[in-house]
């Protein structure tokens, strides 16, 4: 009954907003509120307060109400001048002063008697220093910041780390290849207030920018293009949802009254960066690896109608190349005529196991001389280009290690740019517009082996995004939104630098197959490594294409009564994730050669070995696969909201924030009905849309009900108090691979395995083998993975709260500390399903995946809690110095780090045990006790009008004048360690070996620590038990068989990170406004080695000890720019 009363509640509320012009709209816009009083403090109604642009001219009027307040909202962020007039009082100007996004400004006037042609000037340089009207915490980067700060690879993204709260496991991901502008992996997207990398927000304009299948960005802006950025991390108005996280909010630049603009270029080549610590700390040291980084563009902005109509423009394109040489190991001239003589320095002898000699046993290949009858290997053999002979001489006596030494030239490339038009039809409405558009590639562009292909992926994307507000009087204004996004992954394609094979590579070697999407020809696999082996060549990719289009519907509605400013709305987004992925097996398959052709297994001892190359010659394969999908899947899902949020001023000093947000995620469905799920329950397997089962197969929540609470109190003028409550709601993406249309018979593999010969009872049967002239198999491989959802899977629910406490020390500089929890329930959590219940049982799942499959569940039963003290001193601009330093002393933790787990981090994201979700509680993954992070800017005093030098002639003070630092820098005290084990487990107990842990007997005294034994123990003891398993001195032990070890995740630490990037910068002028700016970044400055996470299995060989490092090497970076 309460679910059909919610579900009426919910179309009620579509009606209603389909009937009105109040839908809902994420905040990427500025307000001013204030009150109008007398000298004595008496309210003036009807007060005429203007709120002007200075950039564009563009002003709007308002009218205090009968309490003397007013507010202007939607203004778009920038430098504003405030004017108010009234009758019988003199007219008084305050500013110009700082708008910032998603920032409620509170300017009180007070008016003074006098003739209205009287005006008073009242100086508010910046905006308020203390926020009074809000409980939101976050933190708020200006233009100046975002370009001063050294931004490793131009990656906006990496200012979110100088937030509190906020924390990245992959700091060193920043710059070079691993951002390329367009980053497609979660390593740079920073871990807030103890949640989720995948559970961020991100949004351009108001629109989003997410890629919604893996929980990544879609698009990343060029800083040159952001006129501010606003990470909001607890706390936020109902207006915002979707998230767990952080609410990044980026905002494009808008052109003004005057013509400006830039053209840059950024150059980075490896002759001037540091080598790196692994390279250096190699017993032979490792040159560093050659590359060359080049980021150029533009902008321009200005009117098109003066104080009407404005456009700005950016463009940024991104190159990135590296070079360097690859030693593969290829057939020898001898081996091409069937010649494998020189494998009998191996001891290796060849045997035709399908001809039987007189004693019953495989004869011999007369001095490892065999026939050549694998067509791949005649079309090789006899194309010289296509298939090289060796050019590099090796000390290996097969003469194959190593023998052939070619150039490789990989690349990067981004090429993006935003347009945007902001249009003042007259003082009731406002139009902007905007599209943006990015194109990236990276691939090789050479490969001296053409039968080596290369993959290669292209991320296009486009987005569209327009808005209007609407003054229908002062006290009601509207702002509708509506935006379309198109975000492309293009990845793992296979292409043919050298031409030959193309898309007709299997017809050319002889080999079956339909019609190719992907360049190449079929993997052809050899086993064994070292002396020897031959390389493997052919290719067998896996590409993955997901197209995500995003249409956005949204509005927000303002009235202004009394002393309530209030918001209406609601949003409607409809997610199309459409996508394709051929399956583990591969595009163009697979052929496997073992060795067991050619091999003996008659002698004693284990048998002659044989070897996987002559497998290979003789056309004789132990194991054939592709896969095969039936078409893309287009999977469709609406995400509606709806809010209302009152912001009332109590008292003048005392603002309340209440509102409420409600969500509605329609569970994900197939436009086909090509999913499957398992119901876990009865072990049935059900199909979307039949006998009665929805077309998503799980089970709608009606019930996402959040609640948003928070104060401003101000204490006294100097002191402001801050706390707060809310609740957020958000389900993660999960990627393509756990998704229900993944399971048969919408996705299935073809998979065919020999049997290799043998001697049973003295009798030897020859075995069966499958060979390139057949082809591919046409049998179903039996179903031995299922991916199922739970059907009470919800979105994670997560309370937040806070206390803080502002303080102004001087008018340019505050502090502020504070208590910030939170708590998290229903978080997504992978689970590894068919996990016997108790030894000897027969699996869960056993008629879907067999004893010794696995399911793999999607659940959303882990949970999360974060406490933290949070510190920020913000230091204004003052005598040339501006800066802001965040400190977080905190504890997060979790029992489940996600399907994505963490990034650089050991931490599973399965479960040790699927029944004990318990044991799984420790510190997660990104848990820090202590974090540090530090941005600033100083122009040195030297130079004209400063002071120093105000007297030095050109030359002099072109040389030494006017130069700038900036810099930043992160500090993390040790991430988590998880000490892992070998899984003893039987088929008795099936569990995800990858999880098992060790027991621990003793408390670890770390005592001489050092890199190459970071797990130091006292004098006496030692780190791992022996094979006779405990015995009073020893840490850690192997867990019995078929039990769980007792070792908690998490529970030591890896070294402490820093890392500190630096910036000189100076300006020369040419003419008025005209100028050449000169910048040189140095990224880890110092070039500290922060050392890495140390070897976490007891049973390696290098068990504690760290080869690597977190930070990447010092690079320079030089900047040239020209702005007018």
Not at 750 to 767: A, C, D, K, T
Not at 876 to 889: H, Q, V
Request: include cysteine.
């Amino acid at each position: 009954m309460m679910g059909k009363t919610i579900r009426y509640v919910y179309w009620a509320c579509i009606a209603m907003l389909l009937l009105s012009p109040a839908a809902f709209a994420q905040t990427v816009t500025g307000s001013i509120r204030g009150a109008v009083t007398d000298e004595a403090g008496s309210v003036i109604p009807g007060a005429t307060v203007t709120v002007t642009n200075a950039a564009t001219g563009v002003h709007s009027t308002t009218i205090t109400n009968g309490s003397g307040e007013y507010s202007v909202r939607f203004l778009q962020i920038g430098q504003y001048k405030l004017t108010v007039g009234a009758a019988g009082f003199g007219t008084q100007e305050v500013g110009p002063f700082s708008l910032e996004v998603d920032q409620l400004a509170k300017i009180d006037v007070k008016l003074k008697v006098g003739a209205a042609t009287t005006t008073v000037n009242v100086s508010a340089e910046t905006s308020p220093i203390l926020n009074t009207e809000s409980a939101t915490l976050g933190e708020t980067f200006t233009e100046n910041t975002i370009n001063s700060v050294p931004l490793n690879g131009r990656d906006f993204s990496q200012l979110t780390v100088y937030t509190p709260g906020a924390v990245s496991t992959s700091f060193g991901s920043y710059g070079g290849s691993s951002s390329a502008e367009r980053d497609t992996s979660s390593a740079t997207s920073p871990n807030v207030n103890g949640n989720r990398q995948q559970s961020n927000n991100y949004l351009l304009d108001g629109q989003e920018i997410n890629e919604n299948l893996n929980n990544l960005i879609g698009y990343n802006p060029s800083p040159d293009a952001l006129a501010q950025m606003r990470v909001i991390t607890s706390n936020a108005n109902a207006e915002f949802g979707n998230v767990n996280g952080g609410e990044i909010l980026l905002v494009t630049k808008s052109g003004g009254n005057k013509f400006h603009g830039s053209a840059f270029g950024f150059l980075e080549n490896y002759n001037l960066d540091a080598n790196s610590w692994t390279n250096d700390n190699n017993p032979v040291p490792v040159p560093k690896n050659p590359f060359t980084q080049t980021i150029f563009g533009g902008t321009i902005g200005g009117p098109i109608l003066r104080d009407r109509l404005f456009f700005f423009a950016d463009y940024e394109g991104y190159r990135w190349h590296q070079g360097g040489l690859t030693n593969y190991s290829v057939a020898p001239l001898a081996f091409r005529s069937g010649d494998l003589s020189a494998i009998q320095a191996l001891n290796i002898q060849l045997y035709d196991t399908q001809t039987v000699g007189p004693n019953g046993q495989p004869v011999p290949f007369q001095n490892n001389h065999i026939p050549i009858l694998n067509p791949v290997a005649q079309y090789l053999f006899s194309n010289q280009a296509a298939y090289p002979l060796p050019n590099n001489p090796t000390s290996d006596p097969t003469g194959v290690f190593n023998n052939f030494v070619g150039p490789t030239n990989s690349f990067q490339r981004n090429d993006q740019g935003d347009v945007r038009i902001d249009w003042n039809l007259h003082q009731s409405d406002v139009i902007s517009g905007r599209y943006s558009q990015g194109y990236a590639q990276n691939g090789q562009v050479t490969d001296p082996l053409p039968v080596e292909f290369p993959s290669a992926s292209n991320y296009p994307d486009h987005f569209f995004n327009l808005t209007w507000t609407h003054t229908f009087n002062p006290s009601i204004v509207n702002m509708a939104r509506a935006s379309y996004g198109r975000i492309r992954f293009n990845s793992g394609v296979s292409v043919d630098p050298s031409g030959i094979f193309g898309l007709l590579g299997n017809q050319k070697v002889g080999i079956p197959s339909k019609a190719q999407q992907t360049a190449g020809f079929s993997l052809q696999a050899f086993n064994g490594s070292g002396s020897g082996a031959v390389s493997n060549f052919g290719v067998n990719p896996t590409p993955e294409i997901f197209i995500d289009n995003i249409f956005e519907y949204a509005d927000d509605l303002t009235v202004q009564r009394g002393r309530h400013l209030m918001k209406f709305g609601g949003e409607f987004i409809r997610y199309q994730q459409n996508s394709f992925y051929p399956g583990n097996n591969g595009e163009l398959g697979q052929f496997i050669y073992n060795g067991s052709y050619t091999s003996n297994p008659s002698i004693a001892q284990g048998g002659a070995p044989g070897y996987s190359f002559a497998d290979f010659l003789l056309n004789r394969s132990n194991d054939v696969a592709i896969g095969n999908v039936n078409g893309r899947t287009g999977q469709r899902q609406w995400r509606d909201a709806f809010y209302a949020q009152d912001d009332f001023k109590v008292m003048p000093n005392l603002t309340l924030n209440l509102g409420l947000r409600y969500e509605y995620d329609q569970p994900i469905y197939e436009v086909n009905n090509k999913q499957a799920n398992l119901n876990l329950a009865t072990g049935a397997i059900e199909y979307a849309g039949v006998d009665g089962n929805s077309r998503a197969l799980y089970d709608p929540v009606y019930t996402n009900f959040m609640p948003r609470i928070g104060f401003a109190y101000q204490v006294k003028p100097r002191i402001v108090i801050r706390g707060g409550f809310g609740i957020t709601n958000y389900l993660e993406g999960t990627g393509a691979n756990l998704r229900l249309t993944q399971n048969p018979p919408f996705h299935t593999d073809f998979e065919q395995q020999g049997q290799s010969p043998s001697v049973s009872n003295g009798v030897y049967s020859p075995g069966t083998f499958y060979t390139t002239t057949a082809g591919f198999p046409t049998t179903v491989v039996p179903t031995t993975t299922f991916y199922a959802w739970k059907k009470n899977l919800r979105p994670a629910f997560i309370s937040e709260y806070s206390l803080t406490t502002e303080y102004e020390l001087t008018s340019t500089s505050s502090l502020t500390v504070g208590y910030i929890g939170e708590g998290g329930h229903h978080l997504t959590d992978p689970q590894f399903g068919n996990q016997l219940l108790a030894p000897g049982t027969t699996a869960p799942y056993a008629n879907v995946v067999g004893q010794n499959g696995v399911v793999k569940i999607t659940a959303s039963d882990s949970a999360m809690n974060y406490n933290a003290l949070q510190a920020i001193y913000r230091q204004r601009y003052k005598a040339g110095l501006e800066f802001t330093a965040n400190y977080t002393y905190a504890k997060s933790l979790t029992d489940d780090v996600g399907y994505y787990g963490v990034s650089n981090i050991q931490q599973q994201f399965y479960q040790q045990n699927a029944y004990d979700l318990h044991s799984e509680w420790g510190p997660a993954g990104e848990d820090v006790r202590h974090a540090l992070s530090v941005t600033g800017e100083y122009d040195l005093p030297f130079g004209h009008g400063m002071k120093y030098g105000a007297g030095w002639n050109y030359a002099v003070n072109s040389a030494l004048g006017g130069w700038k630092i900036s810099g930043s820098s992160v500090t993390y005290s040790g991430f988590p360690v998880t000490i892992t084990s070998p899984a003893n487990y039987s088929s008795q107990v099936f569990a995800y070996g990858g999880a098992a842990r060790p027991n621990q007997y003793l408390p670890l005294q770390i005592q001489n620590r050092s890199i190459n034994h970071w797990f130091g123990t006292a004098p006496g003891l030692t780190d791992v038990c022996g094979p006779n398993g405990f015995d009073g001195t020893c840490i850690y032990g192997q867990q019995p068989n078929n039990t769980f070890g007792n070792m908690r995740p998490g529970s030591l630490r890896a070294p402490d990170f820093n890392n500190i990037d630096m910036a000189v910068a100076k300006s020369f002028p040419v003419w008025r406004e005209n100028r050449f700016d000169f910048r040189a970044d140095f990224f880890n400055a110092f070039n500290i080695a922060s050392y890495g996470n140390p070897d976490n299995g007891i049973t390696d060989s290098s068990f504690g000890q760290i080869t690597s490092t977190r930070s990447t090497e010092r690079h320079i970076q030089f900047e040239l720019k020209y702005a007018f």
